[in-house]
């Protein structure tokens, strides 16, 4: 070979090196960076030769009456395995206080559950180790689910959970106290009503009789969040994680106005401590926030107490919102290990979690007396929930027109995260220590960090 021939074929070598590492590149590319926006093979199937461990982290959502709902679960798990056999479910129950820290904790080391339940309704916990449904299921499927409740999971074209069940954002009111007032209950029934219309009655009521009460939580921050989703104005965390403070300024002045008037029951800093007594007594005219639970439970005490009329009416809202309900939504989240056990192991894990899902979506909406976020489960539900027609009525009226109350931001960054916590701590402020609308601003402003950017 001459000394072209040697030269033709060294250029030639380093091509084919030069190919070599490109091809290298692509697919490190493809299979790892790729990976960060994690694209699942459609064609993944479970293999029927192959173990699966899913790891399921869950509430006691029946609270007082747990051990119901432990049965229910490991019925369900039993009934799910029969089918797929190769598809082993270990579920724990967490605490209600310290479970969001351990899944936070699970999440920073890498190795969260494979399904959580989301019972305080948040959405995106997690954007690299979350998977996002639409990725596991069609749109048919997801057409199966409350338009409100799984457009509430969506965030930036994604799908980040299985709405489970609905819970329209509810006052619980004396019926026999309210009708004194001007307030036209059937037109709040259907129409919902506003902030102006709520002061003016509280102001009736008691002026009328300073027996007649409002009475708030001062320490449970969810009335501040119903409000905020009830105010106008933009959403407070900007896209670019800016802090816009009209929403919460709008919102505190309502509760200043209310706070220096007389309708809430002295001290105003300790009357969640009156809530129930008051209500039963026939002194309470509007009882907020409400749980499900709780709610489940005056339900039950409901038959017991002759002078109460209890009814439900929306949390009021201000006259320029166009909408006039709200709902906040639940349902299960979806992880994958920082160290990837494969799309075939995805599919286990969605597999399990739409059946569990439809099971719980029905189950629980009974028992809580809520809605479920699955719409084949709501002829059945119609038929066996135990509540009055007026109460069914009422929760399937508020569910066609609604915004979630989660409007802090359109997703939920560490500033977003930061705010909540921040404004849950200010809120019980603003009671106890009487803050002003500005100072809780103020406070704010002076210690939320800047946006991350994450």
Known sequence: MGINGIKKYLIFLVLLIIIAISSAGLNYYFN???????????????????????????????????????????????EFQQKYPNINISYKLLSPIEGSSALQTSLENGQPPD??????????????????????????????????????????GKLWGLPQLIFPQLWVVNKEILEKSSLDLDVVYE???????????????????????????????????????????PRMISEDGQFNSE????????????????????????????????????????????????????YQQDKRYSKVSLTLLPVPVNEALDKKFLIKTTGLILFRHQDYQGDDHSKAVYKFAEFINHQQSLYLAK????????????????????????????????SQS????????????????????????????????????????????????????D
């Open 247 to 298: 929403r919460l300024v709008n919102t505190l002045q309502l509760l200043a106005e209310l706070r220096e008037s007389n309708v809430f029951p002295a001290p105003k800093e300790k009357m969640g401590q009156k809530l129930l007594s008051h209500f039963w007594q026939g002194k309470a005219g509007v009882i907020a926030p409400v749980t499900p639970w709780l709610l489940n439970s005056l």
């Open 402 to 453: 609604t915004n979630d109350s989660e409007s802090l931001s359109k997703r939920n960054s560490s500033v977003t995260v930061q705010l909540k916590e921040m404004l849950g701590q200010e809120y019980q402020n603003f009671w106890e220590k009487e803050l002003s609308p500005q100072q809780v601003i103020d406070e704010i402003n002076e210690n939320l960090l800047p946006n991350d950017n």
């Open 191 to 233: 129409q919902g009503w506003s902030w102006k219309q709520f002061i003016k009655v509280a102001h009736q009521l008691s002026n009328s009789n300073p027996q007649h009460y409002i009475i708030f939580i001062p320490d449970n921050e969810e009335l501040l969040f119903q409000l905020l989703a009830a105010a106008s104005g």
């Open 115 to 156: 399904i959580y339940n989301s019972i305080w309704g948040k959405k995106l916990f997690n954007s690299k180790l979350q998977i996002p449904i639409n990725l596991l299921t069609s749109e048919e499927e997801v057409k199966k689910y409350h338009v409100s409740a799984s457009k509430s999971f969506y965030v930036e």
């Open 32 to 78: 790892y960076y790729q990976k960060d926006e994690f694209i699942i093979d459609k064609e993944a199937k479970i293999d029927p030769n192959k173990q699966y461990n899913i790891a399921y982290w869950d509430y006691p959502l029946l609270w007082g009456i747990e051990g119901d709902y432990k049965s229910f679960l490991e019925d369900k798990i039993v």
């Open 367 to 398: 028992k809580l007396k809520v809605l479920p976020a699955y719409m084949p489960c709501y002829a059945k539900w119609e038929e066996e929930v135990a509540v009055s027609d007026n109460i069914k009525k009422t929760l399937l009226n508020y």
